[in-house]
């Protein structure tokens, strides 16, 4: 459990007076009974307020960590886990300065406040860049800490500092033979001012950073002690399922047999909540089955309600109205004279190229747990990215002020940018709404069929691309307009002349050197609720980018894989790392050529720049009664730097997974105004029996640190249609592939 509002530091002894009692009852759940703890909440919005002035983000030791008496630690990770080791690699950074083993901590996330606002003011699990935009903030909590412990055991052996060193875990006085474990030296600690400088470990010492610590969150996921926000019970809890407007904008009128689903077993109430109806119920399955059976009059209103879904919309009309909107856009990346070039030269190449909605999907279902203190405090357990950003909202839903808000972040079953604060799409305002309608704690979750029709879709997206050839065959002008919108500027709001940049990253800021340029975003507003999903606008706008590349080689009478090592000549850092891919994969072959089973194979590359990390990448596909599959997959990775290489190959694995689902089979399809699929299965995704071998190389270039979690996704949709393309002679410009039925191009 989290402490929402931590003041320890490097003691378990709480300070007298200042605990108060969360929780009204036991929590149940891995907790197994442990008492909720906190400090006393402040009364005063002003006084919150002017605490938090006076703290600097990610300066405070007593924030962070908390060293028991057996000398473990707890670390309140300023970001949150959903599978991506960032609790892992956090302790790796701090434990690396503090010595002590990463296998001794235990990592939860923090609860809101200003000291874990680390970047730039905010505080956000997502972008890959928890790690990043933290490993000098977390070495340095690390390397304070382990100088306190040294001072304070000088004071107790009455020995100079520097006469002191550390060992995992204890401070050693070499000359006496004399040691202080960091548990009995924690409350000393505790009461020294903190340090103004403090050195830090060499890198050429590094114990623990850069390499494979194992996964400290695994055994109790593979043990099923992990507890997850769909798992928390609490005494006095009801349970909760919703129906929502089958079309967004809709809101509930006549209910036909609410009094006959009022006798339904294990009822206790039905509730009317904006865009939907709920059911309370000593069960969640009663619940479900309760809310499912209420036949609800939803009535449409013609007032221009915000993202209310039109009732003739469908996804190929969206997608005709994208083709059709006019350019030539807002202006993102412009170099030379595109349109003199494209004058100058006698062939020019051009396509469009279009991806579809995608659904998150993550293993666990959306859910929440609220409860109303008798002390006039909500308590809110809701996965999330943005811990600040939920209490916010939670407050102005509550309608009370922000400190009466106690926001509990749970480890996340998986995300991909589904917890970011989206509208109409997270399940803990009804779940407010409810334990105050009812005055008991309420836990709702949404079943498969409601969390598929209130995602935040990966946007539909289209990009018009053309290109001039010079008489060498090399591509002198490349003009694309990425056509719609992405999520920042839905989410945060788009400025009228200025660009979103998720709505073309992955095809400005490549590294060829093509000499004209010029890339813009048409904008054209999606219906739909849109949000961030793995690798964001990476995970089409390189697959249009890179599938066109080969377009342009191809038209030019150049290989793919060469062209790209020329166009790359002045990029030693993207040069090295298509080469060694190539050398991963066992020396670049287009295809089609026979594999070791015989059936005909070919194999596509490409090349991203996504979150600060450079990839390369190279598919081998064949057929299978028409349909493709594929057999290698080879990532080459450069995050400039690294933390742990084993979290880094497992991250580009999964990322490689969900590349291959968008790839092959997944889309999300309206037809009049509601989604075709409501469930896995309709919903179609990656099968076990698709995923093929991977193989990963890291290279660290020193380049400034990238991310990890999201890289390795964008260069599989281009890499395997690139593939596609030299095996069957098919140039496929639209995902997923099971749209199409193939045939082998003779070898």
């Not at 928890?130 to 052996?157: F, H, N, P, V």
Request: hydrophobic share 40%; with cysteine; charged share 20%.
């Amino acid at each position: 459990m989290d402490n929402p509002y931590p003041t320890q530091f490097l003691t378990d002894d709480l300070p007298d007076g200042q605990p108060v009692n969360l929780s009204r009852r036991h929590f149940l759940g891995a907790s197994l009974g442990a008492m909720v703890l906190g400090v006393a909440l402040p009364r005063s919005a002003a006084h919150a307020q002017s605490v938090a002035a006076e703290i600097i983000a990610g300066i405070r030791v007593p924030a962070f960590l908390v060293i028991r008496s057996d000398s473990t630690v707890l670390l309140r990770s300023p970001f949150i886990e959903g599978g991506q080791g960032v609790y892992t690699g956090l302790a790796q950074l701090v434990g690396e300065e503090l010595d002590l083993n990463p296998a001794q901590f235990t990592v939860e996330c923090a609860p809101p406040g200003p000291d874990y606002r680390l970047q730039n003011g905010s505080r956000f699990t997502g972008g890959s860049f928890s790690i990043r935009s933290s490993y000098d903030t977390m070495r340095r909590l690390g390397a304070t800490a382990r100088q306190m412990l040294l001072q304070a055991a000088a004071s107790k052996l009455d020995v100079p500092a520097n006469s002191l060193s550390t060992e995992s875990g204890k401070v050693i006085h070499a000359e006496s033979g004399r040691s202080l474990s960091y548990g009995d030296l924690a409350l000393d600690a505790a009461a020294l001012p903190l340090p103004d400088a403090v050195p830090l470990r060499s890198e050429k010492d590094f114990r623990w950073i850069g390499k494979p610590v194992a996964r400290l969150d695994v055994s109790d996921k593979v043990t099923g002690k992990t507890t997850y926000t769909i798992d928390l019970a609490l005494d006095d809890m009801l349970m909760a399922a919703v129906q929502h407007a089958p079309r967004l904008g809709g809101e509930p009128g006549m209910i036909e047999n609410e009094a006959q689903v009022k006798e339904m077993p294990g009822v206790h109430s039905i509730h009317r909540l904006p865009g939907a109806v709920a059911v309370v119920a000593d069960r969640w399955w009663r619940a479900r089955r309760a809310v499912e059976s209420l036949q609800v009059n939803w009535s449409y209103s013609t007032l221009n309600t915000p993202h209310a879904m039109p009732a003739d919309f469908s996804s190929a009309a969206m997608r005709a109205t994208l083709a059709s909107a006019p350019g030539p856009g807002i202006t993102a990346e412009s170099a030379g004279d595109v349109a003199a070039a494209m004058n100058s030269q006698a062939r020019i190449v051009e396509a469009t190229y279009d991806a579809p909605h995608l659904a998150h999907g993550q293993l666990e279902p959306p859910s929440a747990l609220a409860r109303w203190n008798d002390n006039e405090t909500l308590e809110l357990w809701a996965p999330n990215q943005a811990p600040d950003d939920f209490q916010r909202a939670a407050a102005k839903i509550a309608g009370i002020p922000l400190e009466n808000v106690i926001l509990h972040s749970p480890m996340l079953g998986g995300f991909f940018g589904r917890h970011t604060l989206y509208e109409a799409a997270s399940p803990f305002p009804q779940a407010i709404l409810l334990a105050k309608a009812v005055g008991r704690p309420v836990k709702l979750i949404w079943s498969r069929e409601e969390e598929f029709l209130r995602d935040a879709l990966r946007p539909m997206g289209l990009a018009r691309f053309r290109a001039a050839i010079d008489a060498q065959g090399l591509p002198v002008a490349l003009e694309c307009e990425a056509v719609g919108e992405g999520p920042t500027g839905q989410v945060y709001g788009r400025q009228p002349d200025a660009v979103d940049s998720s709505a073309v990253e992955g095809i400005v800021g490549k590294h060829y050197a093509i000499p004209n340029r010029r890339i813009a975003q048409v904008p054209v507003p999606l219906p739909t609720i849109i949000g961030y999903w793995r690798s964001v606008g990476h995970s089409m706008n390189d697959f249009f980018y890179e599938t066109f590349f080969d377009e342009m080689a191809d038209a030019g009478g150049h290989n793919p894989y060469d062209l790209r090592l020329r166009l790359l000549q002045d990029k030693p850092r993207q040069k090295a790392l298509l080469e060694a891919v190539g050398e991963l994969s066992g020396g670049w072959k287009r295809g089609p050529f026979s594999g070791q089973d015989g059936t005909p194979r070919a194999r596509g590359v490409a090349m991203a720049t996504p979150f600060g990390t450079e990839v390369a990448t190279i598919a081998e596909v064949g057929l299978r009664d028409g349909v493709v599959v594929v057999h290698e997959v080879w990532v080459a990775i450069d995050p400039g730097r690294m933390v742990n290489p084993a979290i880094i190959e497992a991250q580009v694995n999964s990322a490689v997974a969900l590349g291959l689902s968008q790839t092959l089979v997944e889309q999300y399809t309206y037809v009049d105004g509601a989604p075709q699929a409501r469930n896995f299965g309709p919903y179609r995704t990656l099968a076990p029996s698709q995923m093929p071998r991977v193989h990963v190389r890291i290279i660290e270039s020193g380049a400034p640190m990238g991310g990890i979690g999201e890289p390795g996704l964008p260069g599989v949709p281009p890499a395997v249609v690139n593939a596609v393309a030299a095996l069957t002679g098919q140039r496929i410009r639209s995902l997923p592939l099971s749209q199409f039925t193939f045939q082998t191009a003779a070898i």
